[in-house]
């Protein structure tokens, strides 16, 4: 194997999003990893649907079509 081509794998923690945390090894960068999705969390494993802002997108698109408004 050749030698320093490898990324370093160390030890991070994994904090999920109801704050339970695990440790794993990675090559991710820093120390800690914060899920915004994760299986306790996510649609397709829990059956309910909700909806995840992510930068303020659903915000924009709320905004941008407001106006289709749906008539009743």
């Given amino acids: 194997m050749k030698n320093d081509i490898h990324p370093d794998y160390h030890e991070i923690t994994v904090i999920m999003t109801d704050g339970t ?31 995840v802002d992510s930068g303020g997108q659903l915000a924009k698109f709320n905004k941008r079509f407001a106006s289709f408004g749906l008539k009743v």
Avoid: Q
Wanted: hydrophobic fraction near 30%; avoid cysteine; proline fraction near 6%.
């Fill in 21 to 51: 945390e695990f440790k794993t090894r990675s090559t991710m960068k820093g120390e800690t990893l914060r899920l915004d999705i994760d299986p306790k969390s996510h649609p397709a494993w829990t059956g309910v649907h909700r909806l």
